[in-house]
């Protein structure tokens, strides 16, 4: 189990090959995390739910794959 109080603003979060997703905004309080539209293509944010984290350390690391997670949340 993932504890959301690990996960810091501005820390990287990669998918599960290592790809850079994006960067935490913050972590809400539905269990997702909010990533910076600063890096965003479309300039918007975009949400992960915390189920998608395989572990936590100098980076999130998701348990999916870029493709995945863009195609599961749209």
């Not at 189990?1 to 994006?22: A, F, K, P, W, Y």
């Not at 998701?62 to 599961?72: G, P, S, W």
Request: net charge neutral; glycine share 6%; proline share 4%.
């Amino acid at each position: 189990m993932i504890h959301s109080n690990t996960i810091l603003s501005r820390m990287q979060v990669l998918d599960s090959r290592g790809n850079r997703v994006g960067f935490v905004d913050r972590v809400l309080p539905d269990n997702e995390i909010k990533l910076t539209r600063h890096d965003s293509p479309d300039g918007l944010h975009h949400y992960i739910p915390l189920d998608w984290v395989a572990e936590v350390g100098v980076a999130v690391r998701l348990n999916k794959c870029c493709a995945e997670i863009f195609r599961d949340r749209a």
